[in-house]
């Protein structure tokens, strides 16, 4: 059983930052690629950034590259998503998930179990 549970999200003003957290307990989480995705009602769910379980390969969301960080500390079963120069754009409900079948040095692909999710709103 996975259990995600994402925090750090909340009410930013445009340009400000927020460094979003995603806890796990279980299994060691250096067996999982992740990633952060989020949702807007009324758009679907939009790829932000994932990380290899190494932590040495990264990708990002054309959108968010060059203000957004993913980072993992695997010995602290947390993924982190540091967003700076946050945009009104950016407001939605932010989600950690895991491919639980990723190779060690390669991106997610499935995502198999997700976080509740946090909120990241950012006024104008």
């Known amino acids: 059983q996975v259990s995600l549970v994402e925090s750090g999200g909340g009410l930013v003003q445009a340009g400000g930052s927020l460094r979003l957290s995603c806890t796990h307990s279980?299994?060691?989480?250096?067996?999982?690629?992740l990633a952060w995705l989020r949702h807007t009602p009324g758009k679907e769910r939009e790829f932000v950034a994932a990380i290899s379980r190494n932590g040495a390969n990264t990708r990002y969301a054309d959108s968010v590259k060059g203000r957004f960080t993913i980072s993992r500390d695997n010995a602290k079963n947390t993924v982190y998503l540091q967003m700076n120069s946050l945009k009104p754009e950016d407001t939605a409900v932010y989600y950690c998930?895991?491919?639980?079948?990723?190779?060690?040095?390669?991106?997610?692909?499935?995502?198999?179990?997700w976080g509740q999710g946090t909120q990241v709103t950012v006024s104008s």
């Open positions: 998930a895991v491919d639980t079948k990723s190779a060690w040095d390669r991106l997610p692909v499935n995502y198999d179990y």
């Open positions: 279980g299994r060691p989480f250096s067996t999982y690629g």
